[in-house]
T-cell receptor, first 111, second 114 residues
Framework: DVKVTQSSRYLVKRTGEKVFLECVQD?????MFWYRQDPGLGLRLIYF???????EKGDIPEGYSVSREKKERFSLILESASTSQTSMYLC??????????FGSGTRLTVV | AQSVAQPEDQVNVAEGNPLTVKCTYS??????LFWYVQYPNRGLQFLLK??????LVKGSYGFEAEFNKSQTSFHLKKPSALVSDSALYFC????????????FGTGTRLKVLA
C-alpha cells in the first residue's frame, strides 16, 4: 500500500510568512493533490499535479503555489500567509481507479 | 457540473442499531463513487468504492454501500453500529471521465451512543 507522509502535523506561523507544506509518497505514482478542509465546507482542491514539473490549479488556488521537482514530492507553498489560510491541509496520492490515499494532514494556524 | 451532497451534518445512532449515512450525486457518465472516514486530527481513510459491478459494495470495518442509479444515491450502511464508528464520513465522486480529481461532500458526523 502506498504511504503518504506530510512533514508536519501542527504548524503555527505568523501573518506574512512564507510557508512550505511538504508531502512525500513512497510509490512511483503520478497523481498528487492538495486539499484544504474547513468545517461545513468539506474538502476543497487547491492544486494538483499529474507529473513532475506539471501543476494545475484546483478550485481555490489564490494565495498558494506548488512545486513538484521529483515524482515522490509535492510541496504546497503559501506565499504570504494570512489568517484566512488557517485550516487543515491534506495531501493525497491517487492510484487510477482505486481512489486516494491521504496523508495525516497538517493543521496550520496563522496568527 | 459534477456534484455530491451529504444532506445530514450529523447522524446519531444507538450502539447495536443499524446506521445509514446518506450521499447523493450528480455526474455525467458512469460515476466513480467513494466513501472515506476521518478520525479526529487525522487524514481521511478509504472505506469502499463503487466503479462497476454489483450495486452492493462491501468495505472496511463492516461497512457497505448501495449504489442506486435511478435515485443517484450511494448511501453508506452498517448493520450494527459500534461506539468506535463515531467519526466524520465523506462521500466523493470523480469529477469527470478521464480525470483523477474527486469532488467531496461536506461530510457527515456520525455519533454512536453507548
Amino acid at each position: 500500500d502506498v504511504k503518504v507522509t506530510q512533514s508536519s502535523r501542527y504548524l503555527v506561523k505568523r501573518t506574512g510568512e512564507k510557508v512550505f507544506l511538504e508531502c512525500v509518497q513512497d510509490m512511483d505514482h503520478e497523481n498528487m493533490f492538495w486539499y484544504r478542509q474547513d468545517p461545513g465546507l468539506g474538502l476543497r482542491l487547491i492544486y494538483f499535479s499529474y507529473d513532475v514539473k506539471m501543476k494545475e490549479k484546483g478550485d481555490i488556488p489564490e494565495g498558494y503555489s506548488v512545486s513538484r521537482e521529483k515524482k515522490e514530492r509535492f510541496s504546497l507553498i503559501l506565499e504570504s500567509a494570512s489568517t484566512s489560510q488557517t485550516s487543515m491541509y491534506l495531501c493525497a496520492n491517487e492510484v487510477p481507479g482505486y481512489g486516494y490515499t491521504f496523508g495525516s494532514g497538517t493543521r496550520l494556524t496563522v496568527v | 457540473a459534477q456534484s455530491v451532497a451529504q444532506p445530514e451534518d450529523q447522524v446519531n445512532v444507538a450502539e447495536g442499531n443499524p446506521l445509514t449515512v446518506k450521499c447523493t450525486y450528480s455526474v455525467s457518465g458512469n460515476p466513480y463513487l467513494f466513501w472515506y472516514v476521518q478520525y479526529p486530527n487525522r487524514g481521511l481513510q478509504f472505506l469502499l468504492k463503487y466503479i462497476t459491478g454489483d450495486n452492493l459494495v462491501k468495505g472496511s470495518y463492516g461497512f457497505e454501500a448501495e449504489f442506486n442509479k435511478s435515485q443517484t444515491s450511494f448511501h453508506l450502511k452498517k448493520p450494527s453500529a459500534l461506539v468506535s464508528d463515531s467519526a466524520l464520513y465523506f462521500c466523493a465522486v470523480r469529477d469527470s471521465p478521464g480525470t483523477y480529481k474527486y469532488i467531496f461532500g461536506t461530510g457527515t458526523r456520525l455519533k454512536v451512543l453507548a
